[in-house]
């Protein structure tokens, strides 16, 4: 009894650092989530993931007036979030890149936000005098 209750312990720390070790994003959606753009339409995204998971399709998830988050379904492993909205009756991704990837096994989420902490209008405005 003693043997088994230690195997089940090594198994189980030997699948917990296996995990530790996996990136957070797959890297085969690292490699093509910089593709992803604002103004893409459902079709287009499901073009650029499915050159990595083949059969990929979007559909509405949590929405909320104008805007809420198409979800695709990766495998049976990943879900990739991807905030998008309504414009001129076509659902589109928001052009403030937001994207959650939900690792169903792991019960584990990474929030993904793409923003530009220096844009061209924050350049021009200075925050503090460095004279003094």
Not at 107 to 113: F, G, T
Request: proline share 4%; with cysteine.
């Amino acid at each position: 009894m003693k043997h088994t209750i230690l195997a089940l312990l090594f198994c189980i720390g030997l699948l917990h650092s296996h995990a530790a070790d996996e990136p957070l994003i797959p890297v085969a959606l690292n490699a093509i989530l910089p593709k992803i753009r604002g103004g893409m339409s459902v079709a287009e995204v499901e073009a650029v993931l499915t050159t990595a998971y083949p059969g990929v399709k979007g559909e509405m998830s949590l929405w909320s007036g104008q805007s809420g988050y198409i979800d695709y379904k990766l495998d049976e492993r990943f879900t990739l979030s991807v905030s998008s909205a309504t414009v001129d009756k076509k659902t589109v991704v928001h052009d403030d890149l937001l994207f959650y990837l939900q690792n169903r096994t792991a019960k584990h989420r990474v929030d993904i936000k793409s923003y530009f902490y220096e844009s061209p209008a924050q350049k021009k405005t200075k925050f503090f005098d460095s004279s003094k």
